[in-house]
């Protein structure tokens, strides 16, 4: 079973919004701190925000003040509202738990992303 389902993703044009979720299984989601990721057309995958368990979210330079990442334990989700995008925001995007030390590399298996795509 793949242990998430990312959905939300879609074509906007730049300045509007998204909002992401993700449904996670197969452990402890309470306790589990998440994380967003994204990879770009031949780019490396990279985590664009983080929320530990106790809700206190970081981001990096890039996304900060336009993206925000929330979770719904007793749904197991976890959300990325997605502010005033921009075309280098096109990429798939991803959860999963954030391995330790990395910014790139994901506890579990990642789910299939979903798309988004910002195009005027």
């Known amino acids: 079973q793949v242990p998430f389902v990312e959905s939300g993703g879609g074509l906007v044009q730049p300045g509007e919004s998204l909002r992401l979720s993700c449904e996670a299984s197969?452990?402890?989601?309470?306790?589990?701190?998440m994380g967003w990721y994204r990879q770009a057309p031949g780019k490396q995958r990279e985590l664009v925000a983080t929320?530990?368990?106790?809700?206190?979210?970081n981001y990096p330079d890039s996304v900060k003040g336009r993206f925000i990442i929330s979770r719904d334990n007793r749904r197991s989700t976890v959300y990325l509202q997605m502010n005033s995008l921009k075309p280098e925001d096109t990429a798939v995007y991803y959860c999963?738990?954030?391995?330790?030390?990395?910014?790139?590399?994901?506890?579990?298996?990642w789910g299939k992303g979903t798309l988004v795509t910002v195009s005027s």
């Open positions: 999963n738990r954030p391995a330790t030390g990395s910014d790139t590399a994901g506890v579990d298996a």
């Open positions: 197969g452990f402890t989601f309470i306790f589990a701190r």
């Open positions: 929320i530990t368990s106790g809700g206190t979210a």
